[in-house]
């Protein structure tokens, strides 16, 4: 490959890269891919164990079908499915009744007001009226475009045609607590609501309230992909393949080259450069702007922010485990829908017991008793387990700096046999326990178990993210783009940074595009929720 030019060179081969790599192969430019890993997919990773399939790292699809490359390359049609389970969620706390939330929004508060109350029956169809507007007419169109300076999103959304812009507004200004308080839940219902958003590892004290009505609106709405995680990132693969993207994998980028102040290519750990026009990066801050330039090649600024760049606090420890019988709960007496829900939460009925977890977590501290959540993937996709068996993931937040290598087994077992409290039945047939250092040994990227490669907090999201010179996209060193879950709009399965990447870089390359803007964001514009 030495001395091969191309249009495009686009660094990690996760769900960004490949989205980004296939847009532009569709426009007619060159573009290669290089991931440093032995396969593509970054946290879309599916690990099959004597035909269990484990999810290790993305599970919960928050975007599914309404990421723009699902319909722009016809993704259902090359083997992805989603399943949308009618029980989303479900709370389980001993001698009372469970708390249920199905995805049909009806459903949840006619539950609500026969197990609980029918204020908090009302407060919940409220609630989930103003998230889903919240969300659909702004925050979900908004993650498919380029960030926008703060202050001019707020002037937007006041003078936006539709009064939801005010409203949202004056709630982004909250933190999630008092979000939940306004609505005037009762005890149980504002914890369970409130772990939908902090099961994220995000803190009610970083600044991200403006989050938590999508985080809400959309685990309610909640997706897995029908074959495991993996299958998404394969049928990228092959959709980026098929426009024409050349895909190396084992190909670690450790310097990007310059020439007369331009971008000019990348060298790999084996010594292989490669020429190219442009330089796209998916990879995180501190390897973009301080491992893949010499200090004074860049501007100081740009140096500076990688500097500063804050990991997260909280991680995941994982334990997945395969049976032969599936979970039956406690509080499936009272209702049968508990056995049905997607995820299960044990233990938690109070709101203070949740945000003691997190900040436990946060100072670094192991928590004692863990707070956990389960999925049984089996119950949805049969295809995830052989026939007659089962495979479930507990996940829990937890610290980085543990000695995982010495207590991941005691942990693991720590995590199960408080599932165990309420599920008696389970008994374990394989048990592979997954600590959060696991996660920074397979993605390089995903520093100290960042999942969302860095934390998120007022300065590190949207028009900060990673920072105020290259949130969109560009970046002040000239054919050098960065497009990965460090930059808006931040990580997760929702497919928005490789598109709005694609969108830029063709735009500079003066290539035509084939593809519409989406409906979402021709709406939002027409509102006036977005100016640009």
């Not at 991931?35 to 993305?58: I, P, Q, S, V, W």
């Not at 099961?199 to 938590?212: A, I, P, Q, T």
Request: glycine share 8%; proline share 5%.
């Amino acid at each position: 490959m030495k001395n091969k030019e191309y249009d495009v060179v686009i660094i990690g081969g996760g769900q960004n890269g490949l989205i980004c790599s296939a847009y532009l192969a569709r426009t007619g430019l060159d573009v290669l891919l290089l991931e440093a890993r032995h396969e593509t997919g970054g946290g879309l990773d599916t690990l099959e164990f004597c035909g269990h399939k484990y999810n290790l790292h993305a599970i919960y699809h928050m975007m599914a079908e309404v990421m723009p490359a699902y319909h722009d390359f016809n993704l259902k049609d090359k083997g992805v499915r989603y399943v949308y389970p009618d029980v989303q969620a479900a709370f389980l706390n001993k001698g009372q009744k469970p708390l249920v939330f199905y995805r049909d929004p009806s459903k949840t508060a006619h539950y609500l007001s026969s197990a609980f109350s029918k204020k908090d029956a009302d407060s919940f169809t409220r609630m989930y009226t103003d998230f889903k507007e919240f969300s659909e007419k702004i925050v979900m169109p908004l993650t498919y475009v380029p960030a926008m300076p703060a202050m001019e999103l707020v002037q937007a959304f006041d003078m936006a045609s539709d009064d939801v812009g005010k409203r949202y507004n004056e709630m982004s200004e909250l933190t999630p607590v008092e979000i939940i308080e306004q609505y005037g839940f009762s005890k149980v219902v504002k914890a369970g609501l409130y772990n939908l958003f902090s099961m994220w590892g995000l803190s009610d004290y970083d600044g991200v309230g403006f989050l938590f009505p999508l985080y809400i609106y959309r685990m309610l709405n909640v997706a897995l992909c029908v074959g495991g995680s993996h299958r998404l990132s394969s049928s990228l693969h092959k959709v980026a393949s098929g426009m024409g993207v050349k895909i190396q994998d084992k190909a670690e980028v450790v310097k990007v080259t310059m020439n007369d102040g331009r971008v000019n290519g990348v060298v790999l750990n084996d010594g292989t450069e490669i020429r190219a026009k442009a330089v796209v990066s998916t990879v995180d801050p501190k390897q973009n702007f301080l491992s893949f330039f010499d200090e004074g090649q860049i501007p100081d600024d740009l140096t500076q922010s990688a500097k500063n760049w804050e990991w997260e606090k909280a991680t995941f420890f994982g334990t997945h485990v395969a049976l032969k019988e599936l979970p039956n709960y406690i509080g499936s007496d009272d209702n049968k829908d508990v056995n049905k829900a997607m995820i299960v939460f044990p233990g938690i009925d109070d709101i203070d017991k949740v945000l003691g977890h997190l900040e436990e977590v946060e100072g670094g501290h192991l928590p004692e008793t863990p707070i956990s959540h389960v999925t049984c993937t089996t119950l949805f996709d049969p295809l995830q387990a052989p026939r007659g068996y089962h495979t479930c993931r507990l996940e829990t937040l937890v610290p980085f700096d543990c000695d995982w290598d010495n207590i991941k087994e005691d942990y693991g077992k720590k995590c199960i046999d408080t599932w165990k409290e309420y599920a008696p039945n389970i008994d374990p047939l394989h048990t592979l326990f997954y600590p959060p250092t696991y996660i920074e040994k397979k993605l390089k990227d995903m520093v100290r178990g960042s999942f969302k490669q860095g934390s998120y907090k007022t300065f590190q999201m949207g028009y900060y993210r990673p920072n105020n010179e290259c949130s969109q996209v560009r970046t002040p060193i000239e054919g050098f783009y960065v497009c990965g879950a460090s930059v808006n709009p931040g990580g997760m399965i929702i497919g928005g940074g490789g598109y709005i990447g694609a969108n830029i870089i063709a735009e500079d390359f003066g290539v035509k595009k084939d593809w519409e803007e989406i409906e979402s964001v021709k709406r939002a514009r027409e509102l006036g929720f977005i100016i640009k």
